[in-house]
């Protein structure tokens, strides 16, 4: 059986219900009210070959802040658990992805020291949520999922094709971390413990 996991949170902003299987064929079923992000973590899915559903709703007559970050803290937390199933990984991951003019690069450590570096130019509008949430949401990520996440965009101009190739590059590369590695005895750490 695949590593997968369920994660529920509910909050006075926002109620948000999760469910992850790593070995996927990259199915997804996402709403979160914001359909930029469905559109983003549907590609996410498909990429990681994660199979995916999410069923969010959130105070969005304030703004995407709570429901976004909230979605993200879920995902950290649903990578965290079904990796409890696969304790042998190959733990490092990296992916470079073009969308037309824009390269992303993704790199990451299933470290358990969440870290988030973001290095991307992002121009505002093109893009139906507020592009400042994506570093919420990969921190989120990172600080639930005990990840070192690097992203870095070296160039691109249209906001939306810079962030449609950072979560498919997101996708790969924690396709590739996520991976079992049979030539693992214990932790994959020389200091015998994540």
Same mark, same amino acid.
């Given at each position: 059986?695949?590593?997968?996991?369920?994660?529920?949170? $509910?909050?006075?902003?926002?109620?948000?219900? @999760?469910?992850?299987? +790593? !070995?996927?064929?990259?199915?997804?079923?996402?709403?979160?009210?914001?359909?930029?992000?469905?559109?983003?973590?549907?590609?996410?899915? /498909?990429?990681?070959?994660?199979?995916?559903?999410?069923? %969010?709703?959130?105070?969005?007559?304030? !703004? $995407?802040? *709570?429901?976004?970050? &909230?979605?993200?803290?879920? @995902?950290?937390?649903?990578?965290?658990?079904? +990796?409890?199933?696969?304790?042998?990984?190959?733990?490092?991951?990296?992916?470079?992805?073009?969308? &037309?003019?824009?390269?992303? $690069? /993704? =790199?990451?450590? +299933? =470290?358990?020291?969440?870290?988030?570096?973001?290095?991307?130019?992002?121009?505002?509008?093109? %893009?139906?949520? &507020?592009?400042?949430?994506?570093?919420?949401?990969?921190?989120?990520?990172?600080? *639930?999922?005990?990840?070192?996440? *690097?992203?870095?965009?070296?160039?691109?101009?249209?906001?939306?094709?810079?962030?449609?190739?950072?979560?498919?590059?997101?996708?790969?590369?924690?396709?590739?971390?996520? $991976?079992?590695?049979?030539?693992?005895?214990?932790?994959?750490?020389?200091?015998?413990?994540?």
């Amino acid at each position: 059986m695949a590593p997968m996991s369920k994660v529920r949170r $509910q909050t006075r902003e926002t109620e948000v219900e @999760l469910e992850l299987e +790593l !070995d996927g064929r990259g199915r997804s079923e996402v709403a979160t009210g914001i359909p930029f992000l469905d559109h983003m973590l549907n590609l996410f899915a /498909v990429h990681g070959y994660f199979d995916l559903k999410i069923k %969010a709703s959130g105070d969005l007559e304030v !703004d $995407q802040h *709570h429901t976004v970050e &909230d979605i993200g803290i879920c @995902l950290g937390q649903a990578l965290r658990e079904a +990796l409890q199933g696969r304790p042998q990984v190959r733990r490092f991951g990296e992916a470079r992805v073009p969308m &037309d003019e824009a390269l992303a $690069q /993704v =790199s990451v450590d +299933l =470290s358990n020291r969440p870290f988030l570096h973001l290095d991307a130019h992002l121009p505002p509008g093109g %893009a139906g949520m &507020d592009p400042q949430l994506v570093k919420e949401f990969w921190r989120a990520v990172c600080v *639930h999922g005990g990840m070192t996440l *690097h992203i870095t965009v070296p160039y691109g101009e249209n906001t939306h094709h810079i962030l449609e190739a950072i979560f498919k590059a997101a996708g790969r590369a924690l396709d590739m971390a996520t $991976q079992p590695e049979p030539r693992v005895h214990g932790v994959p750490s020389t200091k015998g413990v994540l």
